[in-house]
């Protein structure tokens, strides 16, 4: 699951770390993660975006997810998952701003 650290800092609990921006987890060690009494209220405070158990993101949800991550390898995984046009270009973009920051 994607889960976006929405703030500046980096978070451990649990033994998982968020850093700033888009991070790629496993659904249980982010519930282990969650379970921490910090972290649980950081995430009622909306420090952390995710989809739900049920639920999967919108184009538009993960296209903002997208743009806040700073990981090549986890946009190149997560581009082999995915099919929507939209949400394919968006990660070529990101991908190409941080091969290509200049630009």
Known sequence: M???NKGNYSYEAN??????GTNKVNDKEFEKFLSHPLMAHLDKQG???YEGE???SSAKELIAMIEDA???DMLEAL????????VL???DKRIE???NPEK
Do not use: H
């Open 15 to 20: 033994g998982l770390t968020l850093v700033p």
């Open 54 to 56: 049920q639920s999967k």
């Open 89 to 91: 270009d968006a990660i």
């Open 2 to 4: 994607l889960v976006q």
């Open 70 to 72: 700073y990981d090549v």
């Open 47 to 49: 420090e952390f975006v």
């Open 97 to 99: 701003e941080l091969k």
């Open 79 to 86: 581009k082999a998952e995915e099919s929507r046009t939209t």
